[in-house]
């Protein structure tokens, strides 16, 4: 009776937690659902009172008149430009930085791995003036240089953490016997550590992509010329015309979520297995 009974709680444990579940993607859904209905109504149905999520009509042709309102394929291709480059500067050099920290031995380590996690407490709103100041004096406003470079040089102290706490679990045999066969430091890193960390940067490259195709205030702030905007900015500027449609605006938000759903679906099992082996490697 005892197993029984045990038996029953734990379903119904179970049970109440998978509700509770349900109800918080439910909740978290509602407006990615409510963008997406509002993108296909008529212009007259959007403000009806009661309110509708699914629209009685649904019009296809927002989608097409929406790319033809503003430039939304330069805006698009702003925007994949800008994230691309940034990402990949952000994985290798965040992947070099932490293979420093993890293989290699030096002195000063441990205190210049703690200075750099102490920058992760300095808001970015804080260094927006020098960095401004930094990158005008260097002739890099209106360009995406100040977007881009700074990757180049370290990635982001988060990403350096995660890899660097992966790469600490990895067995120090591998580089020594690269090492003895003549390798060199960037050798290894590149041929042995690189291709055994796909989980991990995985989870750094959806960050990245995230991070930058989502950036607002650094395209506002750098890129003065229309032609050079990205499309977080340009919905900003879209928004902000007389008379918009509130239906053309949710397709070109929609328009602009749809590559961050397909990347997540896509890498979905490599994030969540980056994540389990970051959050507990370590030593």
Request: charged share 10%.
């Amino acid at each position: 009776m005892s197993l029984r009974t045990g038996g029953k709680g734990f379903v119904a444990r179970r049970g109440l937690h998978y509700a509770a579940l349900t109800v918080g993607a439910a909740i978290f859904l509602l407006p990615l659902l409510w963008m997406a209905a509002t993108s296909l109504k008529p212009t007259g149905s959007i403000f009806s009172i009661p309110p509708k999520l699914l629209p009685d009509h649904w019009v296809w042709s927002n989608y097409a008149k929406t790319v033809r309102l503003f430039p939304f394929w330069t805006y698009l291709l702003n925007s994949v430009l800008i994230t691309v480059i940034a990402t990949v500067g952000t994985v290798l050099s965040s992947s070099l930085a932490a293979f420093g920290f993890a293989r290699c031995r030096f002195r000063g380590r441990q205190t210049l791995f703690g200075v750099m996690l102490a920058t992760m407490m300095l808001p970015p709103i804080v260094l927006l003036i020098p960095t401004f100041v930094l990158f005008s004096q260097l002739g890099w406003v209106n360009t995406y240089l100040p977007l881009t470079v700074p990757y180049y040089l370290g990635g982001s102290a988060f990403s350096i953490f995660l890899l660097r706490q992966f790469y600490m679990s990895l067995p120090l045999d591998y580089d020594e016997a690269a090492y003895l066969d003549g390798a060199s430091r960037l050798r290894v890193w590149w041929s042995i550590v690189m291709p055994m960390s796909k989980a991990p940067l995985a989870v750094v490259t959806v960050l990245s992509v995230v991070l930058h195709w989502n950036d607002f205030l650094g395209p506002l702030i750098y890129l003065r010329d229309p032609h050079l905007r990205t499309l977080a900015v340009g919905l900003q500027y879209f928004r902000e015309q007389e008379q918009i449609q509130w239906n053309y605006l949710m397709a070109a938000a929609t328009l602009m979520t749809i590559p961050m759903l397909l990347l997540f679906l896509g890498a979905q099992r490599y994030f969540v297995e980056g994540a389990r082996v970051t959050g507990l490697a370590g030593r």
